[in-house]
Structure formats: C-alpha cells, structure tokens
C-alpha cells in the first residue's frame, strides 16, 4: 500500500517560495537569471515601442487626412428634407388646429413662432451677419477670411418674412382665419440647390384632392425665393453664424375653413417624390381654424 504523502508545513511553503523569488545556488530570480531577465525587458520595451509608434501614427494620418468642418461621407444626403412651423406634429402628419376663439389655443401657435424665430431677431442677425451679400448669386468662399478662422454668412433677418414676422402681428394670424406657417429646408454642406445662378429655389404651396379653394396664399419673402446667397452652407464649425433661409407661408382660410397643403421646395436639384422619406423636399400638412 503506497504511503501518504507528508503534509508540508507553512514555514515549507515559504521557504520554498522564498527559493523561487531568488535561488542563490543557480543565481535565478523568479526561475531566469538577472541577464536573460535584462534582455525580457528590452524585448517588451522595443515591442511597445513600435506599437506605441504605430498606434500614433495611424491616429495622425486620420486627423490629417479628416476635415474639421465637414463629414468625409455624405452620400444619404443628396436633396434636403423640409420642415414647417409651428412644429405640432401628430403621429403621422403635422396638424396645425387652433381655436380663434380660445386665447390660449392660437397664443400656443404664435409662442412656439416667436421662439423658433428669435435667433433671427434683426438686431441679432446685423451684428454677427453683417458682411455685404450679392443677391442673386452662390456665395463661394475659398478661404476662411471671416473672424476666427470661419466663413462669411449672410444675414437673414425676422423682417423679411413681413407680416408673418411676428413683428407687425404678433399673433401670426392666429386669432383669426389668417396664419402664417414657416417653411424651413435643412441643410447639407455644400449643396448647391440650382445648376443654373439664376433659377434660385422657392417655396409652392397647394391644396392637396379635396381641399381646393379653401384658401389664397401669400409667400414672404416674395414669390417664396430663397435667395442664392445663402448657398453653400459650410458646416456649423465653419459658418457658427449662419441661419437658414426661411420662407413665411400666410393662408387666408375661407369656407369651412380646413385645408390640407403640401409645401415643396421647387428647384432643379430638389426631389420630392421619394415614397420612404414624405419630407425630402416637401412638407404636407393639416391646418384648420375652429371656432
């Protein structure tokens, strides 16, 4: 029958341990001697070296060869969406219905205006936006000559869009059969919306089947244009100033006093009959005035 093993003590275990950190007999420490320990450790300094070196060297090609100011890859956005205000989407549609009657109802339409439109406030716009623009023609900027290394924005100011500024009315035309909605088109950097320097794009509105004749339409700035000044848009780093062209829509609802528009920005670059994206280049809505 094999015998048992013998059952070593702690002080064994110690000495043991203490014979592994450093045998003196071989001159081992930790089972290598001192040399090959030496040449272990300039193998591993070498090896982060090198992976140091490269880890950084990759970082610096991508800072180099990526643009602060603009996405290398824009591909998804070839023509831009748009947008209308007062922004009081449903589940599926944006419904604009107010009560004239009820203060409370068409005050909500005018507030949610006001606060979409005070970043372009007069005031505001010719102090950070005051370099002289050529109407009519695309703002090319080569270079960064603007304070702190941007570029130039045109202004755009809340008095251009008339009596839908809010400044003459400051109920939009809510408290009667009379509101304005605004027409926002978001922006894409670079995007030029015309081949052509004199066909600039502009705001057209019309009743959707069924709802024709229920009211008459009047655009601010005339016609609806958005001038072509305001093109290319830069980026938010490099433009920080610029604010996008709006065109104020004002219906004079008659009859039963309910329409449903749609609101497309017209221009040889901007499509608007993509069935998966019901934005891209134009924006259908619900407006109704109760009484």
């Not at 623009?133 to 008095?159: E, L, V």
């Amino acid at each position: 029958m094999a015998t048992l093993k013998e059952k070593r003590t702690c002080g064994q275990r110690c000495e043991d341990f203490g014979r592994f950190v450093w045998n003196s007999e071989n001159g081992t420490l930790m089972g290598r001697t001192p040399e090959k320990w030496v040449y272990i450790s300039l193998y591993y300094v070498a090896f982060y070296v090198v992976m140091t070196g490269l880890f950084s060297l990759s970082i610096w090609v991508l800072m180099y060869t990526l643009s602060p100011y603009a996405p290398d890859y824009q591909d998804r956005l070839k023509s831009p969406g748009v947008m209308a205000w007062p922004d009081t989407y449903g589940e599926e549609i944006l419904e604009i219905i107010y009560n004239t009657s009820d203060k409370a109802s068409w005050k909500k339409m005018s507030n949610c205006l006001h606060d979409f439109l005070k970043p372009y406030n007069d005031t505001k716009q010719l102090e950070c936006n005051h370099h002289n623009c050529t109407k009519g023609k695309y703002f090319i900027q080569k270079t960064f000559s603007a304070p702190d290394h941007t570029k130039w924005a045109c202004p755009f100011t809340q008095s251009m869009l008339g009596p839908c500024s809010g400044l003459e009315d400051p109920t939009f035309g809510y408290n009667c059969t009379m509101p304005c909605v605004i027409i926002k088109m978001n922006r894409i950097i670079d995007f030029l919306p015309s081949n052509q320097t004199d066909h600039p794009p502009y705001v057209n509105c019309t009743m959707l089947e069924g709802h024709e004749n229920v009211a008459k339409i009047e655009y601010f700035p005339e016609n609806g244009i958005m001038d072509l000044s305001y093109f290319p848009y830069y980026g938010r780093l490099a433009q920080p100033t610029y604010v996008n062209p709006l065109v104020a829509v004002r219906f004079s609802l008659i009859g039963k006093k309910k329409a449903k528009i749609q609101c497309r920005v017209v221009s040889d670059k901007i499509s608007y009959q993509n069935f998966y994206d019901p934005y891209e280049g134009k924006v259908i809505f619900d407006i109704q005035a109760l009484k």
